[in-house]
């Protein structure tokens, strides 16, 4: 990862759900580079303490707060306490998602396609819902969705579940984005393709060989990386788009093109 001159987030703090792993941590990561203290939470305590050693050996302020994203009342204790802790929250990068079994929509489990709605939608929603809440009262900030191209972009066989809850999120991160923009809230999702993080491997597949596998699919040649997709998040959440509101960006090497 490059190491930025800038500091366009000095002196805020930013939480990213699903900040244990892949975009996630890469995006904490990006952010406390540029100034920003940065709290990770998710459900694995030592891939958040693994997210904080390189948020500190990176010259980054972090921090980590377990928390699953699918409980409320999780979700409240973990704003309260980044707040209780660093005085306040600017930015949120609601990361954490599943991609679940892939499985036709006929054969899908009803297992499956709940706790697919619970953790990449419902978690989405009640992640909004207590950033919004202390946003307005702190004299707004700025919330970035984890969607996905396969969703309102795209569609592949077998992910009906995921694409179904994805593009829920989409719809979801626009509705909210009109509803608050006026209270200083400014709300967008990206919307990420294959990225070389464990999710985007098939089962038993090796690193290499999913590698080979996308290459041929997508009009780029090759599959995103992590810090490409950090770089989009750190856009939507810097002044920079202060005139993007409610958009979907699309990060995917032409996938969806």
Known sequence: MQHSSTARFRGQVALVTGGGS??????AVAF???GATVVVAGRNPERLAESVRVIK???????????????AADIARLIATTVERYGR???AFNCAGALGTPSPV????????ADLVATNLTGVWLSMKYEIAHMRDHGGGV???MAS?????????GLGAYAATKAAVSVLTRAAAREYIREGIRINAVSPGPVATPMSRMPGETDSERDRRLQRQLPIGRVGQTDEIAAAVLWLASPESSFVVGHDLVVDGGASA
């Open 22 to 27: 892949g975009i996630g941590r890469a995006t």
């Open 106 to 113: 006929a054969t899908l489990d009803e297992g499956t396609w």
């Open 143 to 145: 919330i970035i969705n």
């Open 149 to 157: 191209n396969v969703g309102a972009h795209l569609r592949v066989p």
């Open 57 to 71: 050996a990176a010259g980054g302020r972090g921090d980590a707060v377990t928390a699953d994203v699918t409980r």
């Open 32 to 34: 406390a580079r540029e």
């Open 89 to 91: 929250l600017h930015i």
